[in-house]
Structures are given as C-alpha cells and as structure tokens.
T-cell receptor
Framework: QKEVEQDPGPLSVPEGAIVSLNCTYSNSAFQYFMWYRQYSRKGPELLMYTYSSGNKEDGRFTAQVDKSSKYISLFIRDSQPSDSATYLC?????????????FGKGTHLIIQP | DGGITQSPKYLFRKEGQNVTLSCEQNLNHDAMYWYRQDPGQGLRLIYYSQIVNDFQKGDIAEGYSVSREKKESFPLTVTSAQKNPTAFYLCATGGAITSTDTQYFGPGTRLTVL
C-alpha cells in the first residue's frame, strides 16, 4: 500500500460546479498537510497548508483534514476554467516539511466552459 | 516560484554524461530540496539540505549528488550512474525544522537523455 493514495483522474466538471479532491494516507505520523496546484510544465504552487483536523478556508478553496480517518480533501467552489490543472496533495511528519514532503500522484482536473 | 530560480529550463544529455542542474533562492530559507517528477508518479525526494555544508539522502538518491556551499544555492548533479534520468526536476525551499511554514517550488528543469 502506498503511503499516500490519490485518484489521478481525469476529473471533468462544468464551470461553476463544486469540486471535491481527496487523498488518503496510511501513516499516522503525518501531521502537516498541503495542497499544491500544478499547471502543465510548471512548478507546483502552494494553495493550502493545514495542521489540525478540521476545515481551513481561503477564498474559493477549503481544505479539510480528518486525522482519525486519515483522509484529506480540497473543495473548490464556483470552479473556473483557469482552475484546470493537476492538484497534488502532500504531507509531512515534521513542521516545515523539514525531512521532505510525501506526495500523492496528483489529480488532473478539467473545468469545462 | 517567486524567489527560486532553476536553470536551465530544458536540458538534453547524452548517455554517459554528467549534468548539473542549478537552483538558487533569495528567500533566505534555511532548507532546500530536490524532487523528481515522472508522469503519473507524483514527486519523489532525491536530496535535501537543512543547513550549509550538510545534506541528506532522500528516497531516490542513487545516481545523484549535491553540494551546499552557500545558503542560496543547492545544485544537483545527475551522474551517468542514474539509470533513467529523463524527468522533470523540481527544487524547493523551506524554513528550518522548527518552522511553521512549508515548501515552495521553483519552475523546474526538464531533463531529457538522448
């Protein structure tokens, strides 16, 4: 079993829909959780960074962490064609990801105009 | 990618050659990282350095080497011992181990072996 599981998609939704992206993990030592957005042939861009279980909101994005179920989610409201990208979940055992981050494979999201 | 620069953007290597990828940062971050990205595989950690003159192997260090002589710079050498070097290489920086911040990525270097 991989440490971090993420459905690679592609996930295709119409513009304006609510998008739900998810990752599961097996190692309870992971304490810090991130979501990155990556456009084709570009470096990943940090979207959300959370530590505790619960929700964190930033504009149209909401990150949700459930440590008891080892499950994290990213919700995108009012999705736009510019949101079309690959979304990577990442996690670490130490603050700042000091020992490196462990990534999911990424979900390819397509927002249809 | 802000204050993280990677060069070159594209790199072509013949089999048997060593090549060096550059990563420079002006964010004053202590830690620097190298990841490799293959299609459908996500990012995997190659090497990381938390302070100058010190670095540690990541999950896939074989066939790679690094140095950290300056806080701002963390070059990666892909040696001829790396069996399958064609990939997208990403450099990241972050705070110290006590940091509450996370990692930020550069724009990447795409390496192709001819």
């Amino acid at each position: 079993q991989k440490e971090v599981e993420q459905d690679p998609g592609p996930l295709s939704v119409p513009e304006g829909a609510i998008v739900s992206l998810n990752c599961t993990y097996s190692n309870s030592a992971f304490q810090y959780f991130m979501w990155y957005r990556q456009y084709s042939r570009k470096g990943p861009e940090l979207l959300m960074y959370t530590y505790s279980s619960g929700n964190k909101e930033d504009g149209r994005f909401t990150a949700q962490v459930d440590k008891s179920s080892k499950y994290i989610s990213l919700f995108i409201r009012d999705s736009q064609p510019s949101d079309s990208a690959t979304y990577l979940c990442a996690m670490s055992k130490s603050g700042g990801g000091a020992d490196g981050l462990t990534f999911g494979k990424g979900t390819h999201l397509i927002i249809q105009p | 990618d802000g204050g993280i620069t990677q060069s070159p953007k594209y790199l072509f290597r013949k089999e048997g050659q060593n090549v060096t990828l550059s990563c420079e940062q002006n964010l004053n971050h202590d830690a620097m990282y190298w990841y490799r990205q293959d299609p459908g595989q996500g990012l995997r950690l190659i090497y990381y350095s938390q302070i100058v003159n010190d670095f540690q192997k990541g999950d896939i260090a074989e066939g790679y080497s690094v140095s950290r002589e300056k806080k701002e710079s963390f070059p990666l050498t892909v040696t001829s011992a790396q069996k399958n070097p064609t990939a997208f290489y990403l450099c990241a920086t972050g705070g110290a181990i006590t940091s509450t911040d996370t990692q930020y990525f550069g724009p990447g270097t795409r390496l192709t072996v001819l």
